[in-house]
């Protein structure tokens, strides 16, 4: 039986960090052996705001060595950039004319983004979620793994996609969203306010490139308080997510000793942070050294990108074939 057909896209703006290791790159890793995985870099998508000319290669790079570093093998999945697959922006072109101008401004991410830079609303900007839909339906794919922010593109996705099929005959399935299994930790920032991200405190986030030193000024700066006042209290989430990292990259038999500790009022969490910030260097180290190391090999990187954008072309201009056939450009 053949597999289901998943695309995900890859932003290439800043580091990768814990948030996203542990809450989405671990399950793309697992995925690779049950789905047939496009994963691409977005470089299309970053022009909206129009990055330095300079600066898209070298963060097309990082990004690729980061997720393959964390565990992506070009081997088993697609991995290209969107602007090495020229039927793309084809679909684009052609889910433009069943995109509607009034359903596009009321996205809600449009919306925010004509909020915080009025001087470029850019028609690039406000056909983003189209650009979207034709990374997915290029493949024909079913699933898509987002969070909850990009839910509201996929279902105009779907709604491009079923708007084709009644004008021109079926030919895409729906895409709808791929949930990662209950198993999957969140993590938050290490000051406690909120989930790990990039844009907000960078001194709570860690980073897959932060050296060990800097690992360990994070975690040890990471918020705690007095301690439980009484046996097995509920932990503030804070604790929790100390206890969360631990949990994810620890012995087992550390985490126990230090929730045992919790549970009988007698952490330290000076102690479980030592702890913590060791087992996390050397968890990270690897990962980091070896996206540098890959960073510099242009010539593999290179050769990985035409490994990916060979198998997305095959699928995608199989795809476009179809679609010109069903709406008649087939001279
Ligand atoms: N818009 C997505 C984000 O900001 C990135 C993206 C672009 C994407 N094209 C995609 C994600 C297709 C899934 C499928 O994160």
Redesign the pocket.
Known sequence: MSKEIV?????STGHLHLGNYFGAMQNYVKMQDSYDCYFFV?DY?ALTTHPDPKELKPSVYRVLAENIASGLDPEKVALYVQSDVPEIPELYLMLNMLAYKGELEKVPTFKDKVRQHPDNVNAGLLT?PV??AA??LIHRAVK????K??EQ?LEMARNFANRFNSRYGEFFPEPQVFRFNDETVKIMSLDGNGKMSKSENVNATIFLNDDDDTIRKKIMKAKTDQGPTEANMVMPDYIQNLFALMNAVSNPGVTDTFRKAYNNCNVRYGDMKKQLAEDMVAFVAPIRERAAELNKDEDTLRKILKMGADKARASSSETIKGARKLMGINY
């Not at 695309?7 to 932003?11: K, Y």
């Not at 898509?144 to 969070?147: K, L």
């Open positions: 695309v995900s896209g890859i932003r977005a998508h983003y650009l979207m990374d997915i898509v793994p987002v969070g922010d990009q593109h």
